[in-house]
């Protein structure tokens, strides 16, 4: 069993859904091998998920689905 790099709670894998981020492009993906922290939430993926996740991203494979994501800014809501 592993422990969190960040807070050395307990890491169980799962399968999760992640948003990922790659040369400018977000792609949503379903039923990711991951290790997940349960005191934390940190996740971790191996180089191989990690890797094809890029490869998807970049690539023309035709996504399962596609949804529309609503984008709102807090320049003006929110003042520190
Ligand atoms: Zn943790």
């Known amino acids: 069993m592993k422990a969190c790099y960040f807070c050395k709670g307990e890491v169980v894998e799962k399968r999760i859904q992640h948003v990922h ?36 991203t970049m690539g023309e494979e035709k996504p399962k689905a596609t949804i529309s994501v609503p984008i709102f800014s807090l320049a003006e809501a929110v003042t520190a």
């Open 21 to 56: 981020q790659w040369g400018g492009k977000i792609v949503l993906f379903e039923d990711v091998p991951a290790e997940v922290c349960q005191q934390c939430g940190e996740t971790y993926f191996s180089p191989e998920v990690l890797e094809k996740m890029d490869e998807v």
